[in-house]
Protein backbone atom coordinates (compact mmCIF):
# COMPACT_ATOMS: atom_id res chain seq x y z
CA UNK A 1 0.00 0.00 0.00
CA UNK A 2 1.33 3.49 -0.98
CA UNK A 3 1.88 5.30 2.29
CA UNK A 4 3.01 9.06 0.90
CA UNK A 5 0.38 11.61 1.41
CA UNK A 6 1.17 14.56 -0.36
CA UNK A 7 -1.20 17.66 -0.17
CA UNK A 8 -1.20 21.43 -0.15
CA UNK A 9 -1.16 21.76 3.00
CA UNK A 10 1.79 18.84 4.03
CA UNK A 11 3.38 15.96 2.86
CA UNK A 12 3.24 12.37 5.56
CA UNK A 13 4.46 9.04 5.25
CA UNK A 14 5.59 6.15 6.82
CA UNK A 15 9.74 5.96 7.20
CA UNK A 16 11.69 3.59 5.15
CA UNK A 17 8.60 3.40 2.86
CA UNK A 18 8.24 6.69 1.69
CA UNK A 19 8.89 9.23 3.88
CA UNK A 20 12.61 8.82 3.48
CA UNK A 21 15.84 11.76 3.76
CA UNK A 22 15.55 12.17 -0.41
CA UNK A 23 11.76 12.82 -0.40
CA UNK A 24 12.54 15.59 2.54
CA UNK A 25 15.10 17.09 0.54
CA UNK A 26 13.02 17.50 -2.58
CA UNK A 27 10.20 19.02 -0.53
CA UNK A 28 11.79 21.40 1.21
CA UNK A 29 13.85 22.45 -1.52
CA UNK A 30 10.56 23.47 -2.76
CA UNK A 31 9.43 25.26 -0.21
CA UNK A 32 12.87 27.37 -0.02
CA UNK A 33 12.13 27.67 -3.52
CA UNK A 34 8.85 29.42 -3.05
CA UNK A 35 10.25 31.75 -0.63
CA UNK A 36 13.07 33.17 -2.59
CA UNK A 37 15.62 31.86 0.01
CA UNK A 38 13.82 34.19 3.04
CA UNK A 39 14.98 33.40 6.45
CA UNK A 40 12.61 30.36 8.05
CA UNK A 41 12.31 28.20 10.63
CA UNK A 42 12.39 24.76 11.12
CA UNK A 43 10.91 22.50 14.25
CA UNK A 44 10.51 18.79 15.02
CA UNK A 45 8.28 16.71 17.16
CA UNK A 46 10.56 14.22 19.23
CA UNK A 47 9.92 11.10 17.22
CA UNK A 48 13.22 9.21 16.65
CA UNK A 49 12.32 10.01 12.87
CA UNK A 50 12.40 13.39 13.01
CA UNK A 51 16.72 13.87 13.67
CA UNK A 52 17.05 12.37 10.38
CA UNK A 53 14.53 14.42 8.37
CA UNK A 54 15.70 17.58 10.15
CA UNK A 55 18.88 16.90 8.95
CA UNK A 56 17.68 16.64 5.51
CA UNK A 57 15.51 20.00 5.95
CA UNK A 58 18.57 21.72 6.85
CA UNK A 59 20.85 21.26 4.00
CA UNK A 60 18.00 21.59 1.56
CA UNK A 61 17.34 24.81 3.35
CA UNK A 62 21.09 26.06 2.97
CA UNK A 63 21.19 25.12 -0.07
CA UNK A 64 18.47 27.59 -1.25
CA UNK A 65 20.00 30.17 0.51
CA UNK A 66 17.71 30.45 3.52
CA UNK A 67 18.62 31.62 7.00
CA UNK A 68 17.43 28.92 9.16
CA UNK A 69 16.25 29.57 12.49
CA UNK A 70 16.50 26.17 14.16
CA UNK A 71 13.45 25.78 17.05
CA UNK A 72 14.93 22.26 17.99
CA UNK A 73 11.81 20.21 19.36
CA UNK A 74 9.38 22.50 19.71
CA UNK A 75 5.24 22.74 19.63
CA UNK A 76 3.83 23.48 16.61
CA UNK A 77 1.85 26.21 17.57
CA UNK A 78 5.13 27.85 19.46
CA UNK A 79 6.95 27.15 16.21
CA UNK A 80 3.59 29.29 14.52
CA UNK A 81 3.96 32.04 16.87
CA UNK A 82 7.25 32.54 16.25
CA UNK A 83 7.06 33.32 12.69
CA UNK A 84 4.20 35.49 13.11
CA UNK A 85 6.15 37.49 15.69
CA UNK A 86 9.28 38.34 14.06
CA UNK A 87 9.12 40.00 10.91
CA UNK A 88 12.64 38.84 9.04
CA UNK A 89 11.01 35.52 9.32
CA UNK A 90 8.98 34.60 5.85
CA UNK A 91 7.64 31.10 7.06
CA UNK A 92 8.68 27.78 8.38
CA UNK A 93 8.76 24.15 8.14
CA UNK A 94 7.45 21.66 11.02
CA UNK A 95 8.87 17.86 11.14
CA UNK A 96 5.71 15.98 13.08
CA UNK A 97 3.58 13.17 12.44
CA UNK A 98 1.06 15.21 14.77
CA UNK A 99 -1.50 12.39 15.71
CA UNK A 100 0.15 9.68 13.62
CA UNK A 101 1.59 6.59 15.39
CA UNK A 102 5.75 6.74 15.62
CA UNK A 103 6.36 5.11 12.46
CA UNK A 104 4.87 7.67 10.33
CA UNK A 105 6.32 11.46 10.27
CA UNK A 106 5.49 14.51 7.99
CA UNK A 107 6.66 18.39 6.71
CA UNK A 108 4.28 20.99 7.45
CA UNK A 109 4.94 24.06 6.09
CA UNK A 110 3.73 27.53 7.12
CA UNK A 111 3.69 31.13 5.81
CA UNK A 112 5.08 34.27 7.03
CA UNK A 113 2.18 34.85 9.02
CA UNK A 114 2.35 31.86 10.83
CA UNK A 115 -0.78 30.26 9.36
CA UNK A 116 -1.00 26.71 7.68
CA UNK A 117 -0.57 26.89 3.40
CA UNK A 118 -4.25 27.13 1.65
CA UNK A 119 -4.30 25.29 -1.45
CA UNK A 120 -2.60 28.67 -3.77
CA UNK A 121 0.47 28.57 -1.71
CA UNK A 122 0.32 25.01 -1.58
CA UNK A 123 -0.01 25.03 -5.30
CA UNK A 124 2.64 27.02 -6.09
CA UNK A 125 5.28 24.65 -3.86
CA UNK A 126 4.04 21.38 -5.50
CA UNK A 127 4.56 23.36 -9.04
CA UNK A 128 8.66 23.44 -8.02
CA UNK A 129 8.32 19.51 -6.37
CA UNK A 130 6.68 18.44 -9.40
CA UNK A 131 9.11 20.18 -11.84
CA UNK A 132 12.33 19.62 -9.91
CA UNK A 133 12.99 23.21 -10.60
CA UNK A 134 14.98 24.58 -7.31
CA UNK A 135 16.42 27.50 -6.44
CA UNK A 136 20.34 27.12 -5.84
CA UNK A 137 23.22 29.57 -4.31
CA UNK A 138 26.88 29.73 -4.77
CA UNK A 139 28.75 29.33 -1.27
CA UNK A 140 29.10 32.78 -0.40
CA UNK A 141 24.88 32.89 -0.33
CA UNK A 142 24.62 29.80 1.99
CA UNK A 143 21.87 30.27 4.42
CA UNK A 144 23.15 30.31 7.99
CA UNK A 145 21.95 27.97 10.85
CA UNK A 146 21.40 29.91 13.67
CA UNK A 147 19.87 27.61 16.69
CA UNK A 148 17.09 29.48 18.80
CA UNK A 149 16.40 28.18 22.66
CA UNK A 150 13.99 30.21 23.76
CA UNK A 151 10.78 29.95 21.59
CA UNK A 152 9.15 27.87 24.54
CA UNK A 153 9.86 30.37 26.81
CA UNK A 154 8.52 33.54 24.87
CA UNK A 155 5.59 31.78 23.69
CA UNK A 156 4.76 30.58 27.41
CA UNK A 157 5.09 34.68 28.83
CA UNK A 158 2.72 35.70 26.23
CA UNK A 159 0.18 32.77 26.49
CA UNK A 160 -0.06 34.00 30.29
CA UNK A 161 -0.35 37.25 29.23
CA UNK A 162 -3.44 37.05 27.60
CA UNK A 163 -5.02 34.23 29.69
CA UNK A 164 -7.23 35.91 32.70
CA UNK A 165 -4.47 34.33 34.65
CA UNK A 166 -5.20 35.89 38.48
CA UNK A 167 -8.19 34.07 38.37
CA UNK A 168 -6.95 30.68 37.41
CA UNK A 169 -4.35 31.33 39.57
CA UNK A 170 -6.44 32.14 42.04
CA UNK A 171 -8.26 28.40 41.69
CA UNK A 172 -4.85 26.78 42.40
CA UNK A 173 -6.05 23.53 40.47
CA UNK A 174 -4.79 20.20 40.37
CA UNK A 175 -3.94 19.28 36.91
CA UNK A 176 -2.95 15.48 35.34
CA UNK A 177 -0.95 16.43 32.03
CA UNK A 178 -0.21 13.52 29.53
CA UNK A 179 2.36 14.52 26.29
CA UNK A 180 2.54 11.48 25.29
CA UNK A 181 6.32 11.91 25.48
CA UNK A 182 6.05 14.36 22.63
CA UNK A 183 7.07 18.23 22.27
CA UNK A 184 4.03 18.88 23.87
CA UNK A 185 6.56 18.05 27.30
CA UNK A 186 7.86 20.25 29.50
CA UNK A 187 5.78 22.96 28.21
CA UNK A 188 2.89 22.22 29.10
CA UNK A 189 3.63 21.45 32.70
CA UNK A 190 5.79 25.21 32.38
CA UNK A 191 2.55 26.67 31.71
CA UNK A 192 0.18 25.32 34.25
CA UNK A 193 2.74 25.54 37.19
CA UNK A 194 3.24 29.76 35.71
CA UNK A 195 -0.65 29.43 36.67
CA UNK A 196 -0.33 28.37 40.37
CA UNK A 197 -1.22 24.58 39.30
CA UNK A 198 -0.42 21.86 40.99
CA UNK A 199 0.53 19.34 38.15
CA UNK A 200 1.09 15.90 37.77
CA UNK A 201 2.30 15.41 34.55
CA UNK A 202 3.17 11.76 33.11
CA UNK A 203 4.72 10.60 30.03
CA UNK A 204 7.14 13.81 30.36
CA UNK A 205 10.26 13.20 28.36
CA UNK A 206 10.11 14.73 24.73
CA UNK A 207 12.04 10.97 23.40
CA UNK A 208 9.41 10.31 21.09
CA UNK A 209 8.19 6.87 22.84
CA UNK A 210 4.63 7.00 22.72
CA UNK A 211 2.94 4.80 25.57
CA UNK A 212 0.01 4.96 23.65
CA UNK A 213 -0.91 6.44 20.10
CA UNK A 214 -0.91 10.39 20.09
CA UNK A 215 -3.98 11.09 19.01
CA UNK A 216 -6.03 12.34 21.66
CA UNK A 217 -8.98 10.35 21.77
CA UNK A 218 -10.97 8.56 25.29
CA UNK A 219 -9.08 5.61 24.52
CA UNK A 220 -6.00 7.29 25.83
CA UNK A 221 -6.96 8.94 28.32
CA UNK A 222 -7.28 6.11 30.54
CA UNK A 223 -4.01 7.01 32.39
CA UNK A 224 -4.97 10.31 33.21
CA UNK A 225 -8.46 9.28 34.25
CA UNK A 226 -7.18 6.62 37.04
CA UNK A 227 -4.65 9.09 38.65
CA UNK A 228 -7.80 11.66 38.61
CA UNK A 229 -10.04 9.34 40.35
CA UNK A 230 -6.94 8.54 42.78
CA UNK A 231 -6.25 12.01 43.88
CA UNK A 232 -9.56 14.22 42.71
CA UNK A 233 -7.64 16.52 40.58
CA UNK A 234 -9.97 19.26 39.26
CA UNK A 235 -9.11 18.43 35.36
CA UNK A 236 -6.78 16.14 33.17
CA UNK A 237 -5.25 16.85 28.97
CA UNK A 238 -4.07 14.55 26.64
CA UNK A 239 -2.04 16.26 23.71
CA UNK A 240 -0.78 14.75 20.15
CA UNK A 241 2.67 14.85 19.53
CA UNK A 242 3.61 18.46 18.04
CA UNK A 243 1.06 20.16 20.58
CA UNK A 244 -1.81 21.00 18.29
CA UNK A 245 -4.33 19.28 19.49
CA UNK A 246 -5.76 17.71 22.87
CA UNK A 247 -8.56 15.96 24.78
CA UNK A 248 -10.00 16.52 28.16
CA UNK A 249 -10.12 14.02 30.49
CA UNK A 250 -12.94 15.42 33.25
CA UNK A 251 -12.99 16.04 37.20
CA UNK A 252 -14.61 12.74 37.42
CA UNK A 253 -12.52 11.29 35.55
CA UNK A 254 -14.63 10.72 32.24
CA UNK A 255 -12.18 10.36 29.43
CA UNK A 256 -14.49 13.20 27.60
CA UNK A 257 -14.60 13.06 23.58
CA UNK A 258 -12.29 15.07 22.37
CA UNK A 259 -15.87 16.48 20.57
CA UNK A 260 -16.26 18.18 23.58
CA UNK A 261 -12.85 20.25 23.58
CA UNK A 262 -14.62 23.07 20.88
CA UNK A 263 -17.77 23.56 22.29
CA UNK A 264 -16.68 24.22 25.71
CA UNK A 265 -14.49 26.37 24.44
CA UNK A 266 -16.52 28.18 22.29
CA UNK A 267 -19.16 28.33 24.92
CA UNK A 268 -16.46 30.78 27.02
CA UNK A 269 -15.32 32.75 23.89
CA UNK A 270 -18.86 33.46 23.09
CA UNK A 271 -19.69 34.87 26.25
CA UNK A 272 -16.81 36.82 26.46
CA UNK A 273 -17.24 40.52 25.74
CA UNK A 274 -15.87 42.18 22.32
CA UNK A 275 -15.91 38.81 20.53
CA UNK A 276 -17.51 38.37 16.87
CA UNK A 277 -20.36 36.02 17.16
CA UNK A 278 -19.06 33.66 14.47
CA UNK A 279 -17.42 30.40 14.75
CA UNK A 280 -15.75 28.41 12.18
CA UNK A 281 -15.86 24.12 11.91
CA UNK A 282 -15.87 21.73 9.80
CA UNK A 283 -18.86 19.83 8.26
CA UNK A 284 -18.41 16.70 10.60
CA UNK A 285 -18.15 18.10 14.01
CA UNK A 286 -20.93 17.39 16.57
CA UNK A 287 -24.20 18.98 16.66
CA UNK A 288 -22.94 20.06 20.68
CA UNK A 289 -21.67 23.30 18.53
CA UNK A 290 -24.51 23.79 16.53
CA UNK A 291 -26.65 24.09 20.10
CA UNK A 292 -23.69 26.07 21.23
CA UNK A 293 -23.85 28.58 18.62
CA UNK A 294 -27.72 28.44 18.69
CA UNK A 295 -27.08 29.60 22.65
CA UNK A 296 -25.33 32.70 21.89
CA UNK A 297 -27.03 33.17 19.17
CA UNK A 298 -23.89 33.25 16.75
CA UNK A 299 -22.97 32.24 13.04
CA UNK A 300 -21.98 28.90 12.75
CA UNK A 301 -19.88 28.52 9.61
CA UNK A 302 -18.58 24.69 8.22
CA UNK A 303 -16.03 24.04 6.01
CA UNK A 304 -14.03 21.41 4.81
CA UNK A 305 -12.02 18.95 6.75
CA UNK A 306 -8.93 20.32 7.27
CA UNK A 307 -6.71 23.09 9.53
CA UNK A 308 -5.90 25.17 5.95
CA UNK A 309 -10.15 25.52 5.48
CA UNK A 310 -10.95 26.33 8.77
CA UNK A 311 -8.30 28.73 9.22
CA UNK A 312 -8.84 31.07 6.30
CA UNK A 313 -12.71 30.59 6.71
CA UNK A 314 -12.20 32.25 9.91
CA UNK A 315 -9.76 35.05 9.07
CA UNK A 316 -11.97 35.97 5.96
CA UNK A 317 -15.05 35.69 8.22
CA UNK A 318 -13.18 37.95 11.07
CA UNK A 319 -14.75 34.82 13.22
CA UNK A 320 -13.33 34.98 17.11
CA UNK A 321 -12.73 30.75 17.10
CA UNK A 322 -12.33 28.22 14.68
CA UNK A 323 -11.49 24.48 14.88
CA UNK A 324 -12.20 20.85 14.65
CA UNK A 325 -13.87 17.96 16.23
CA UNK A 326 -10.38 16.34 16.60
CA UNK A 327 -9.52 18.69 19.53
CA UNK A 328 -7.60 21.09 17.21
CA UNK A 329 -9.20 25.10 18.06
CA UNK A 330 -7.91 28.41 17.02
CA UNK A 331 -8.86 32.04 18.43
CA UNK A 332 -8.08 34.75 16.09
CA UNK A 333 -7.26 37.33 18.98
CA UNK A 334 -3.91 35.84 19.99
CA UNK A 335 -3.41 33.15 17.07
CA UNK A 336 -5.14 31.95 13.91
CA UNK A 337 -3.70 28.38 14.41
CA UNK A 338 -4.57 25.47 16.31
CA UNK A 339 -3.08 25.70 19.43
CA UNK A 340 -3.43 23.05 22.52
CA UNK A 341 -1.97 25.00 25.22
CA UNK A 342 -4.17 27.93 24.56
CA UNK A 343 -7.09 25.23 24.43
CA UNK A 344 -5.86 24.21 27.58
CA UNK A 345 -5.85 28.29 29.30
CA UNK A 346 -9.33 28.43 27.98
CA UNK A 347 -10.51 25.91 29.11
CA UNK A 348 -9.08 26.40 32.85
CA UNK A 349 -10.29 30.13 32.65
CA UNK A 350 -13.81 28.95 31.77
CA UNK A 351 -13.83 26.33 34.89
CA UNK A 352 -12.48 29.69 37.22
CA UNK A 353 -14.67 31.89 35.99
CA UNK A 354 -17.89 30.37 36.02
CA UNK A 355 -16.92 28.67 39.43
CA UNK A 356 -18.32 25.06 37.90
CA UNK A 357 -16.10 22.02 37.89
CA UNK A 358 -15.44 20.14 34.69
CA UNK A 359 -18.04 18.07 35.11
CA UNK A 360 -20.89 20.62 35.42
CA UNK A 361 -19.39 22.59 32.37
CA UNK A 362 -19.46 19.20 30.39
CA UNK A 363 -23.01 18.38 31.86
CA UNK A 364 -23.93 22.15 31.03
CA UNK A 365 -24.19 21.24 26.91
CA UNK A 366 -25.98 19.03 25.05
CA UNK A 367 -24.76 15.29 24.36
CA UNK A 368 -25.06 13.53 21.22
CA UNK A 369 -24.54 9.68 20.64
CA UNK A 370 -21.24 10.33 17.93
CA UNK A 371 -19.06 7.11 16.41
CA UNK A 372 -16.30 7.23 14.91
CA UNK A 373 -14.16 4.10 12.85
CA UNK A 374 -12.28 3.80 9.63
CA UNK A 375 -11.19 1.53 6.89
CA UNK A 376 -7.57 1.22 5.84
CA UNK A 377 -7.23 0.76 1.93
CA UNK A 378 -5.55 1.50 -0.85
CA UNK A 379 -5.38 5.53 -1.86
CA UNK A 380 -6.78 4.65 -5.25
CA UNK A 381 -9.73 2.81 -3.81
CA UNK A 382 -10.08 5.48 -1.55
CA UNK A 383 -12.47 7.78 -3.82
CA UNK A 384 -13.80 4.77 -5.44
CA UNK A 385 -15.45 3.43 -1.71
CA UNK A 386 -17.07 6.91 -0.78
CA UNK A 387 -18.79 7.04 -4.27
CA UNK A 388 -20.08 4.03 -3.86
CA UNK A 389 -21.82 5.05 -0.31
CA UNK A 390 -22.70 8.38 -2.59
CA UNK A 391 -24.46 5.81 -4.84
CA UNK A 392 -26.26 3.99 -2.44
CA UNK A 393 -27.63 7.13 -0.60
CA UNK A 394 -28.64 9.18 -4.09
CA UNK A 395 -31.83 9.50 -3.31
CA UNK A 396 -31.80 10.73 0.13
CA UNK A 397 -33.07 14.59 0.43
CA UNK A 398 -30.23 16.22 2.38
CA UNK A 399 -26.99 15.29 0.95
CA UNK A 400 -23.82 17.36 1.29
CA UNK A 401 -20.99 16.92 -0.83
CA UNK A 402 -18.66 19.73 0.89
CA UNK A 403 -16.01 17.28 1.64
CA UNK A 404 -16.59 13.25 1.13
CA UNK A 405 -20.64 12.65 1.24
CA UNK A 406 -22.79 13.38 4.23
CA UNK A 407 -26.24 12.48 4.35
CA UNK A 408 -28.78 14.18 6.97
CA UNK A 409 -31.94 13.12 8.78
CA UNK A 410 -34.10 14.58 11.21
CA UNK A 411 -32.68 12.34 13.84
CA UNK A 412 -28.84 12.48 13.04
CA UNK A 413 -26.20 12.09 10.25
CA UNK A 414 -23.56 10.26 8.49
CA UNK A 415 -20.95 11.67 7.25
CA UNK A 416 -17.47 9.06 4.70
CA UNK A 417 -14.88 10.60 3.26
CA UNK A 418 -11.46 9.56 2.51
CA UNK A 419 -8.79 10.93 4.95
CA UNK A 420 -5.93 13.21 3.16
CA UNK A 421 -3.39 12.08 5.71
CA UNK A 422 -3.77 8.38 6.03
CA UNK A 423 -4.84 5.76 3.13
CA UNK A 424 -8.44 4.91 4.84
CA UNK A 425 -11.92 5.75 4.73
CA UNK A 426 -13.36 7.83 7.91
CA UNK A 427 -16.73 6.85 8.66
CA UNK A 428 -18.59 8.84 11.56
CA UNK A 429 -22.42 8.89 12.36
CA UNK A 430 -23.76 11.15 15.14
CA UNK A 431 -27.82 10.74 16.43
CA UNK A 432 -29.42 10.91 19.65
CA UNK A 433 -29.59 7.62 19.35
CA UNK A 434 -26.43 5.54 19.86
CA UNK A 435 -27.84 2.14 18.38
CA UNK A 436 -28.50 4.29 15.50
CA UNK A 437 -25.39 5.95 15.36
CA UNK A 438 -23.93 2.46 15.65
CA UNK A 439 -26.53 0.84 12.82
CA UNK A 440 -25.44 3.84 10.44
CA UNK A 441 -22.06 3.78 10.96
CA UNK A 442 -22.00 -0.09 9.84
CA UNK A 443 -24.10 -0.14 7.08
CA UNK A 444 -21.55 2.53 5.72
CA UNK A 445 -18.58 0.23 6.23
CA UNK A 446 -20.62 -2.42 4.88
CA UNK A 447 -20.77 -0.95 1.60
CA UNK A 448 -17.17 0.19 1.27
CA UNK A 449 -15.60 -3.31 2.27
CA UNK A 450 -17.94 -4.74 -0.94
CA UNK A 451 -15.67 -2.13 -3.07
CA UNK A 452 -12.19 -2.46 -1.58
Known amino acids: MRSLRISYAAARGIIGESMTPVFAQRYVNSFGTYVEGAPVILARDPRASGVMLHAA ?128 APISTLICKKLNCNVIPINDEPNGIFPHDPEPRPRNGKQVSSIIKAIGADIGFCFNSDGSRLSIISNDGETVSEEFALPLVADYCLSQKGNNKCIVTNICTTKTLDDVAEKHSAK ?118 AAATEPMVRVISESDDMDISVKRVDSALKIIYSVI
Open 57 to 184: AISALISCGCDVYDLGVCPTPVAQFFIRNNENIKGGIVITGGHNNANWNGLIPFRADGTVFDEYDGGELLEFYHAVVFRRVGWKELGKHIKIDNACDLYAENLISYLDSEKIKSKNFTVVLDPCNGAA
Open 300 to 417: LIKTPIGQPAVISTMLNEDACIGGEGSGGIAVKNFQPAFDAFLTMGLILSSIAENNKSCKELIDDLSRYHLVKKYVWCRPDRQYAAVDAVRRTFKDEKNINFTDGIRIDWEDGWLHVR
